[in-house]
C-alpha cells in the first residue's frame, strides 16, 4: 500500500507563508500524478493544486490560490510540496496530500486512490 506523510502546517497570521511536504513510499512516484486537497470546517473538500509526473512536471491551481501557492516534487526524494504565501485566514483548513495513478493533472477527487492523515493550517486575522 502507498503511504503519504504530510508535515509543515501550523498557526500563522494573515499574510504570512508555510511550506507542506508530502513524502510518499511504496509506489513509483515519479510517474504518478501528485495533488493538494483542503477541507474547512462545515465544507466540503476542495481541490487546491496539483503536477504531473510527465512532461516536465505540469501544474495547475485553484482560482483562489493562484499567484500565492506553488507546488513542485523532487523525484529523487518521493517528496511534493506546496509553498503558501500570502495567506489568508479563508485559507484555513485541514490540508491533504494525495497520490493517483495518471500521469496527468488531477482536478478532482475522484483521480487520487491514495491520501494522507492531513495538516492542519491555521491563518489567524
Known amino acids: 500500500q502507498v503511504q503519504l506523510v504530510e508535515s509543515g502546517g501550523g498557526l500563522v497570521q494573515a499574510g504570512g507563508s508555510l511550506r507542506l511536504s508530502c513524502a510518499a513510499s511504496?509506489?513509483?512516484?515519479?510517474?504518478?500524478?501528485m495533488g493538494w486537497f483542503r477541507q474547512a470546517p462545515g465544507k466540503e473538500r476542495e481541490f487546491v493544486a496539483t503536477?504531473?509526473?510527465?512532461?516536465?512536471?505540469?501544474?495547475y491551481y485553484e482560482d483562489s490560490v493562484k499567484g500565492r501557492f506553488t507546488i513542485s516534487r523532487e523525484n529523487a526524494k518521493s517528496t511534493v510540496y506546496l509553498q503558501m504565501n500570502g495567506l489568508k485566514p479563508e485559507d484555513t483548513a485541514v490540508y491533504y496530500c494525495?497520490?493517483?495513478?495518471?500521469?496527468?493533472?488531477?482536478?478532482?477527487?475522484?483521480?487520487?486512490?491514495?491520501w494522507g492523515q492531513g495538516t492542519q493550517v491555521t491563518v489567524s486575522s
Open positions: 503536477i504531473s509526473w510527465g512532461s516536465g512536471g505540469i501544474t
Open positions: 494525495a497520490t493517483g495513478p495518471l500521469g496527468r493533472i488531477g482536478v478532482s477527487s475522484k483521480d487520487y486512490d491514495y
Open positions: 511504496g509506489r513509483t512516484f515519479s510517474t504518478h500524478v
